[in-house]
T-cell receptor
Framework: DAKTTQPPSMDCAEGRAANLPCNHSTISGNEYVYWYRQIHSQGPQYIIHGLKNNETNEMASLIITEDRKSSTLILPHATLRDTAVYYCIVRVPNQTGANNLFFGTGTRLTVIP | DAGVIQSPRHEVTEMGQEVTLRCKPISGHDYLFWYRQTMMRGLELLIYFNNNVPIDDSGMPEDRFSAKMPNASFSTLKIQPSEPRDSAVYFC??????????????FGPGTRLTVL
């Protein structure tokens, strides 16, 4: 069962920041927020994860609200190669259980030239 | 490292035939996952292994599906007999626990299965 809610689709102009929202109002204290993306016909690719602090890596930034009920993935300068389906997942890392990685339907981001 | 390797990349078979999908995880990873992706159901976790031992197979659709991991560098997903509704892209992924929430899964390129 989905623990997250994401908009089904978004557009972003090339070179602009892409801000992808995710609601996870029932998140537990020990659950992390993970973001993956899937470019057409490829396997999903890890982007970033966080618990409660904002995180940044070479691909993106993750902003988690203070109450942890929502987060935003930021691609600072979107390129055409960022066109993909983006999945927001909340889970306890390294925990057993087949429902531990539920991808949901994600947000289809289209970067427009 | 070459990443997660899956074979074949494409498989077309007829209903009733046995299908075997293969996966080589990234060296040093101790978790291996099998997923199935369809337009209708999205990405579903079928089964996963830890240190070659199946931990949870509750996502396996029915007894026609079976998975094995005879050693740390090889796993198979078998469908016998195959049915048209098994047509999907099957992904294999591997990971290892690094602490601090870091157990990133690395996915293979997938096997596109078509059952006629």
């Amino acid at each position: 069962d989905a623990k997250t809610t994401q908009p089904p689709s978004m557009d972003c102009a090339e070179g602009r920041a892409a801000n992808l929202p995710c609601n996870h109002s029932t998140i537990s204290g020990n659950e992390y927020v993970y973001w993956y993306r899937q470019i057409h016909s490829q396997g999903p690719q890890y982007i970033i994860h966080g618990l409660k602090n904002n995180e940044t890596n070479e691909m993106a930034s993750l902003i988690i609200t203070e109450d942890r009920k929502s987060s935003t993935l930021i691609l600072p300068h979107a390129t055409l190669r960022d066109t993909a389906v983006y999945y927001c997942i909340v889970r306890v890392p390294n925990q057993t259980g087949a429902n531990n990685l539920f991808f949901g339907t994600g947000t289809r981001l289209t970067v427009i030239p | 490292d070459a990443g997660v390797i899956q074979s074949p990349r494409h498989e077309v078979t007829e209903m009733g035939q046995e299908v075997t999908l293969r996966c080589k995880p990234i060296s040093g990873h101790d978790y291996l996952f099998w997923y199935r992706q369809t337009m209708m159901r999205g990405l579903e976790l079928l089964i996963y292994f830890n240190n070659n031992v199946p931990i949870d197979d509750s996502g396996m659709p029915e007894d026609r599906f079976s998975a094995k991991m005879p050693n740390a560098s090889f796993s198979t997903l078998k469908i016998q007999p195959s049915e048209p509704r098994d047509s999907a892209v099957y992904f294999c992924a591997s990971s290892w626990w690094q602490g601090g929430g870091t157990d990133t899964q690395y996915f293979g390129p997938g096997t596109r299965l078509t059952v006629l």
